[in-house]
């Protein structure tokens, strides 16, 4: 399995070992599981997005600015379908795009 570097360097994702007959990236060692999984969560936020849970602890706001923010077209969202009734969810690139151009720090 091929790691991003982007993933390294983040610490989002750490070598279990390195191999000292390589050089560089190439010489470090993922754990195979722990690499699917951290790649199946992260495609699952890119394809369905963070709940307004989520966001409101990402953003440090209460959940009904959240819900105003979403309501004035600030923070794109979109209705989507669970088992368990609908949810709004914001796709990870509409938190990016909120953050990079609300947020400051």
């Not at 969202?77 to 938190?95: D, E, H, L, S, V």
């Amino acid at each position: 399995m091929i790691v991003p570097r982007g993933v390294v360097s983040e610490g989002a994702l750490k070598p279990c070992r390195i191999d000292l007959g390589k050089r560089g990236y190439s010489a470090l060692v993922f754990d195979y599981q722990e690499a699917r999984h951290f790649f199946q969560s992260r495609k699952a936020e890119e394809l369905h997005g963070f709940t307004v849970q989520d966001a409101t602890a990402m953003l440090g706001l209460r959940e009904e600015v959240v819900y105003d923010l979403i309501d004035a077209g600030l923070l794109q969202a979109r209705a989507t379908r669970q088992k368990n009734g609908a949810m709004t969810a914001i796709p990870a690139a509409a938190m990016e795009e909120f953050k990079s151009e609300y947020v400051a720090g």
